[in-house]
């Protein structure tokens, strides 16, 4: 069992950068793959970024792709999502989630544990 517990999100203009955390506790994060989604009102959870155990390989959606980075301090048992260059659509509760497999998962059914999220907005 892990608890993951976000923060940093908040209201940011466009163009700006916000920095989301997400504390584990319970288990290592080592332990697992990592991930973020995001979700807007009325929309499905989407996935934005996700990073294997070691951080050594990350990957993220085309629509944030080269605008966000995923980092993970598996010592501090924490994993961050750097937002640049932010746009309005970037606007959802955002989340963070942990998997147990070795792979890149993109997929919100293939994770196991979830954050309560966390609301970034971005005014145009």
């Known amino acids: 069992q892990v608890l993951l517990v976000e923060s940093g999100g908040g209201l940011v203009q466009a163009g700006g950068s916000l920095r989301l955390s997400c504390a584990a506790s319970?288990?290592?994060?080592?332990?697992?793959?990592m991930g973020w989604f995001r979700q807007a009102p009325g929309k499905e959870r989407e996935f934005v970024a996700a990073?294997?155990?070691?951080?050594?390989?990350?990957y993220f959606a085309d629509s944030v792709r080269g605008r966000f980075t995923i980092s993970r301090d598996n010592a501090k048992n924490t994993v961050a999502l750097q937002m640049n260059s932010l746009k309005p659509e970037d606007t959802a509760v955002y989340y963070c989630?942990?998997?147990?497999?070795?792979?890149?998962?993109?997929?919100?059914?293939?994770?196991?544990?979830w954050g309560q999220g966390t609301q970034v907005t971005v005014s145009s």
């Open positions: 989630a942990a998997h147990q497999f070795l792979a890149i998962l993109t997929m919100p059914s293939d994770y196991v544990y």
């Open positions: 319970g288990r290592t994060v080592n332990n697992y793959g």
């Open positions: 990073i294997t155990r070691s951080g050594t390989t990350t």
